[in-house]
């Protein structure tokens, strides 16, 4: 059974950092692509960030490209976020996927981690 725990989330003033960690289970996470998406206050769920099985690979939404970093520890099953220079618009619950180019792999999703970027 797949499982997906996020963590690291809070509260943070604009121009903070912040590093997200994603622990997964239940299939083999060192075969997969993982990504992280997110999901704004009364909007959709989107992509953010993915990295390819070895991490050498990664891929970003314009919005955090330059701002945020995922990588990824095959050893631990944890695929993390570093984001930094954050802004307002940045808040959201995020989480953490296989994908398949940008999209989500599996149906089922963790319970995300709550960012709130506010001074």
């Known amino acids: 059974q797949v499982q997906l725990v996020e963590s690291g989330g809070g509260l943070v003033q604009p121009g903070g950092s912040l590093r997200l960690s994603c622990a997964a289970s239940g299939f083999t996470f060192s075969s997969k692509s993982m990504g992280w998406f997110r999901q704004p206050p009364g909007k959709e769920r989107e992509f953010v960030a993915a990295?390819?099985?070895?991490?050498?690979?990664?891929s970003y939404a314009d919005s955090v490209k330059g701002r945020f970093t995922i990588s990824r520890d095959n050893a631990k099953n944890t695929v993390y976020l570093q984001m930094n220079s954050l802004k307002p618009e940045d808040t959201a619950v995020y989480y953490c996927?296989?994908?398949?180019?940008?999209?989500?792999?599996?149906?089922?999703w963790g319970q995300g981690t709550q960012v709130t970027v506010s001074s």
């Open positions: 990295a390819a099985w070895s991490g050498g690979t990664t």
């Open positions: 996927n296989a994908v398949i180019g940008r999209r989500p792999s599996f149906g089922s």
